[in-house]
């Protein structure tokens, strides 16, 4: 059994009735006549058909009188077949579909008719696309989202046909089959019948292809049409409030309920209903509430999917609601605890909230620390630099706050370590590279700018203040870390100036070794950035194409300006003029200088 030529061609009933317009009528003809009884070319004044001819469009609708007059005026133009006229046919207003009209009043008219009447009735239209089946009766109830996607339902029912066989004959849901399947290409019907189950597996698989393919309330009618309607169903009573309970809500009951029971709150649901969460109550759902759950937490794909959809049924303030239910069970400060690779993204975020609010109501510099898990969903992001907005998806929002969180404590971690105490410069150049100190400016950097997907003025102000001191203490230490430098280069001035790890002596070696094999040397200076920026902007850049084969942090010549640094490296030495101040002189009296350490 195969599908009809033309159906790849028909996008709605206006372009099968061009193609029909085509095959029906004869070339050259000049009355063409067509059945609209459901509308579909209302507002049109004419359509092309499949060779680019043009007809004018002429409506009856038992409208006798005007009828005549347009016609006698297309009579008084004298059309021709270069404007052939379509007689459309339609419904006059307020009757029912089963009305019938009487074209007597029309003899003479249509005996100019030229091939055959086209009809777009829509049984008509899908049947001259498939295949000449009974069609239940409430096909026409779904007429207007046929003529929509005309291909697309024509499509879906062939994928159906091939999965019942060529000899079954329809039922009433497989048009609800078939228009699911039409929306839906990744949708597989074996998913969408059930000869017999439980009440609480069609619960879960309702639910779970609603999660997996985001059904809208009208679809989701559709399916529950099909369950209800596939196979023998017991203990209907038991399923029927879920019918009636709105889908993206039953998401969040599902898992919000599977996290709180799991932290030993009581009476999750109906306590969940209390703060206003659902818009029906939850009382008739509790019965299959847990047998529902179990089936759909032992398909770990589908549970994520369900997950996902329930994140986005929620505002944030509603989640920070629910969390309230914490409250006696779980202290506030050790709610970070409760993170893991099960907890859903919207709650993480908001757990994540209340551990800040908390942490910095507490005491204006408290130190933060991580979960101990980070689910796998965030994973990706904590090396990311993008910030999604306060209103993206709560995964997206949560990972980012995770990322914050990870930064911040990173900052802490290296604020509160001692002062290295090398034997000599080189030694302080990696110490100040290995413990971190070169990366805790650009850290807090992206904190701040990670804050963004917080989205509450009051939580950002008092951010804001915790930030604020925290680069206070960040720009002690990196002093502190200056007056080191200081003081180890004032004590050998001479041994830093020929020091091996000197950018000074940097090069001439390496060309000395380069040259000697008759090979060149290519060079690049990136000028103008901290070591930090080299580590996390222009080093993961360039290792996309490059091998970075080997990696020297090295010392820069003092002062630091841009012009003489880049001398002194091509030129392996520092430039001292007539009458100038020499290079010892210099480095003992520099007063203004970051860091002495370079790329």
Same mark, same amino acid.
Not at 534 to 561: D, G, H, K, N, S
């Given at each position: 059994?195969?599908?009809?030529?033309?159906?790849?061609?028909?996008?709605?009933?206006?372009?099968?009735?061009?193609?029909?317009?085509?095959?029906?009528?004869?070339?050259?003809?000049?009355?063409?006549?067509?059945?609209?009884?459901?509308?579909?070319?209302?507002?049109?004044?004419?359509?092309?058909?499949?060779?680019?001819?043009?007809?004018?469009?002429?409506?009856?609708?038992?409208?006798?009188?005007?009828?005549?007059?347009?016609?006698?005026?297309?009579?008084?133009?004298?059309?021709?077949?270069?404007?052939?006229?379509?007689?459309?046919?339609?419904?006059?207003?307020?009757?029912?579909?089963?009305?019938?009209?009487?074209?007597?009043?029309?003899?003479?008219?249509?005996?100019?008719?030229?091939?055959?009447?086209?009809?777009?009735?829509?049984?008509?239209?899908?049947?001259?696309?498939?295949?000449?089946?009974?069609?239940?009766?409430?096909?026409?109830?779904?007429?207007?989202?046929?003529?929509?996607?005309?291909?697309?339902?024509?499509?879906?029912?062939?994928?159906?046909?091939?999965?019942?066989?060529?000899?079954?004959?329809?039922?009433?849901?497989?048009?609800?089959?078939?228009?699911?399947?039409?929306?839906?290409?990744?949708?597989?019907?074996?998913?969408?019948?059930?000869?017999?189950?439980?009440?609480?597996?069609?619960?879960?698989?309702?639910?779970?292809?609603?999660?997996?393919?985001?059904?809208?309330?009208?679809?989701?009618?559709?399916?529950?049409?099909?369950?209800?309607?596939?196979?023998?169903?017991?203990?209907?009573?038991?399923?029927?409030?879920?019918?009636?309970?709105?889908?993206?809500?039953?998401?969040?009951?599902?898992?919000?309920?599977?996290?709180?029971?799991?932290?030993?709150?009581?009476?999750?649901?109906?306590?969940?209903?209390?703060?206003?969460?659902?818009?029906?109550?939850?009382?008739?759902?509790?019965?299959?509430?847990?047998?529902?759950?179990?089936?759909?937490?032992?398909?770990?794909?589908?549970?994520?999917?369900?997950?996902?959809?329930?994140?986005?049924?929620?505002?944030?303030?509603?989640?920070?609601?629910?969390?309230?239910?914490?409250?006696?069970?779980?202290?506030?400060?050790?709610?970070?605890?409760?993170?893991?690779?099960?907890?859903?993204?919207?709650?993480?975020?908001?757990?994540?909230?209340?551990?800040?609010?908390?942490?910095?109501?507490?005491?204006?510099?408290?130190?933060?620390?991580?979960?101990?898990?980070?689910?796998?969903?965030?994973?990706?992001?904590?090396?990311?630099?993008?910030?999604?907005?306060?209103?993206?998806?709560?995964?997206?929002?949560?990972?980012?706050?995770?990322?914050?969180?990870?930064?911040?404590?990173?900052?802490?971690?290296?604020?509160?370590?001692?002062?290295?105490?090398?034997?000599?410069?080189?030694?302080?150049?990696?110490?100040?590279?290995?413990?971190?100190? +070169?990366?805790?400016?650009?850290?807090?950097? $992206? !904190? #701040? %700018?990670?804050?963004?997907?917080? /989205?509450?003025?009051? *939580?950002?102000?008092?951010?804001?203040?915790?930030?604020?001191?925290?680069?206070?203490?960040?720009?002690?230490?990196?002093?502190?870390?200056?007056?080191?430098?200081?003081?180890?280069?004032?004590?050998?001035?001479?041994?830093?100036?020929?020091?091996?790890?000197?950018?000074?002596?940097?090069?001439?070696?390496?060309?000395?070794?380069?040259?000697?094999?008759?090979?060149?040397?290519?060079?690049?200076?990136?000028?103008?950035?901290?070591?930090?920026?080299?580590?996390?902007?222009?080093?993961?850049?360039?290792?996309?194409?490059?091998?970075?084969?080997?990696?020297?942090?090295?010392? +820069?010549?003092?002062?630091?300006?841009?012009? $003489? !640094? #880049? %001398?002194?490296?091509?030129?392996? /030495?520092?430039?001292? *003029?007539?009458?100038?101040?020499?290079?010892?002189?210099?480095?003992?009296?520099?007063?203004?200088?970051?860091?002495?350490?370079?790329?």
């Amino acid at each position: 059994m195969q599908a009809k030529a033309t159906s790849s061609a028909c996008s709605d009933k206006q372009a099968h009735l061009a193609h029909r317009l085509h095959e029906a009528v004869p070339h050259g003809a000049k009355l063409a006549l067509c059945f609209d009884p459901e509308g579909d070319l209302t507002g049109l004044n004419d359509i092309n058909n499949a060779v680019g001819r043009t007809w004018r469009i002429v409506t009856y609708h038992e409208d006798d009188l005007a009828f005549r007059l347009a016609m006698g005026a297309l009579e008084a133009e004298g059309w021709s077949a270069d404007s052939p006229v379509l007689l459309r046919v339609a419904m006059p207003d307020l009757v029912p579909l089963t009305h019938r009209i009487d074209l007597s009043f029309l003899g003479d008219i249509l005996r100019r008719v030229e091939g055959e009447p086209i009809d777009l009735r829509t049984d008509v239209v899908v049947t001259f696309h498939t295949e000449p089946v009974v069609w239940p009766e409430h096909l026409q109830a779904h007429a207007i989202r046929i003529s929509r996607d005309l291909k697309g339902f024509i499509d879906g029912y062939w994928r159906m046909r091939k999965a019942i066989g060529p000899d079954r004959p329809l039922s009433r849901h497989h048009i609800e089959v078939a228009l699911l399947l039409a929306r839906y290409q990744e949708l597989d019907y074996r998913d969408l019948e059930l000869s017999q189950a439980y009440p609480a597996e069609i619960v879960a698989r309702f639910l779970s292809l609603v999660a997996e393919h985001e059904f809208d309330p009208e679809d989701g009618q559709l399916f529950w049409d099909v369950l209800t309607g596939s196979g023998y169903l017991s203990q209907r009573h038991l399923f029927s409030p879920w019918m009636e309970f709105p889908m993206g809500e039953s998401l969040v009951l599902l898992t919000f309920t599977d996290f709180f029971e799991g932290q030993g709150v009581q009476n999750v649901a109906l306590s969940l209903s209390g703060l206003g969460l659902f818009s029906q109550p939850v009382h008739d759902l509790l019965p299959l509430l847990p047998e529902v759950r179990a089936f759909l937490k032992a398909q770990p794909e589908r549970w994520r999917r369900i997950i996902q959809r329930a994140d986005r049924q929620c505002a944030q303030d509603q989640v920070e609601q629910a969390i309230s239910l914490l409250k006696g069970v779980v202290p506030a400060e050790r709610r970070i605890s409760l993170i893991d690779a099960g907890t859903p993204p919207t709650l993480v975020m908001a757990l994540l909230l209340g551990y800040l609010d908390d942490r910095l109501e507490r005491e204006p510099m408290p130190i933060l620390e991580m979960p101990a898990r980070v689910p796998d969903w965030a994973e990706a992001w904590l090396n990311r630099w993008e910030v999604p907005h306060h209103d993206a998806p709560a995964e997206a929002r949560a990972a980012t706050m995770l990322r914050m969180l990870s930064r911040l404590a990173t900052i802490q971690r290296v604020l509160v370590a001692s002062l290295p105490q090398p034997a000599d410069i080189g030694a302080l150049v990696d110490a100040y590279v290995e413990s971190g100190d +070169a990366r805790v400016e650009l850290l807090l950097a $992206l !904190a #701040r %700018k990670d804050a963004d997907v917080v /989205g509450d003025e009051v *939580r950002l102000s008092r951010l804001q203040v915790f930030f604020d001191t925290l680069q206070r203490q960040i720009l002690d230490r990196l002093e502190a870390l200056d007056h080191l430098a200081g003081d180890l280069i004032q004590r050998d001035v001479r041994g830093y100036l020929t020091h091996p790890r000197s950018t000074i002596h940097f090069l001439r070696p390496i060309a000395a070794k380069v040259g000697h094999g008759g090979r060149r040397l290519f060079v690049w200076l990136f000028d103008g950035m901290r070591y930090d920026t080299w580590t996390e902007v222009v080093r993961p850049l360039l290792a996309q194409t490059f091998a970075i084969e080997e990696e020297v942090p090295l010392l +820069a010549p003092l002062p630091t300006y841009t012009q $003489l !640094a #880049r %001398k002194s490296l091509f030129a392996g /030495g520092i430039p001292i *003029r007539p009458g100038r101040v020499s290079a010892d002189a210099s480095l003992q009296t520099s007063k203004s200088w970051r860091p002495v350490m370079s790329d």
